[in-house]
């Protein structure tokens, strides 16, 4: 992979659905489906919509370790972000990710308290395509 930032991005940009892993509460890796990230900057730091009481916001508040996989079937190639989860409740978190249709979800709008952010933060990760795999890292800068 020539540039990750650039290869990887483009890949977060199309997805429309990525899966994001954490740790239960008895220690066991669990995987959710989440929706296209809100926001990115650069591929170390992406954002996420979700709500507050779910079960993987409370696992984040007590271990912020998380992946995220991104995956473009129809070339078959895929990329495991590894890093760690912030929960995000304050209004300028909120509103930064806040899209036109969120009431659905979000009845009580942009300040509904089931309503949060997940930051995560990327430190590494592992690139597949054409049958092989590859491994980087992710420098401070690539999120600026």
Same mark, same amino acid.
């Given at each position: ?34 929706? /296209? ?58 509103? /930064? ?34 049958? /092989? ?12």
């Amino acid at each position: 992979m020539k540039n990750a930032v650039e290869t990887v991005g483009k890949m977060i940009d199309k997805c429309r659905t990525c899966y994001l892993g954490y740790l239960d509460a008895e220690g066991f890796p669990a995987v959710r489906a989440m929706l /296209r990230p809100r926001e990115r900057v650069g591929i170390r730091e992406i954002f996420f919509s979700t709500n507050t009481s779910s079960n993987k916001v409370a696992r984040f508040r007590e271990n912020p370790n998380a992946c995220v996989y991104f995956v473009d079937t129809r070339f078959f190639r895929g990329v495991c972000l590894s890093g760690t989860v912030e929960v995000l409740e304050t209004a300028e978190a909120k509103e /930064r990710v806040w899209r036109k249709g969120d009431t659905l979800y979000y009845k009580g709008g942009v300040t509904d308290e089931d309503y949060c952010v997940l930051k995560f933060t990327a430190k590494k990760g592992r690139y597949y395509s054409a049958f /092989r795999s590859e491994d980087f890292a992710i420098a401070e800068q690539e999120g600026a």
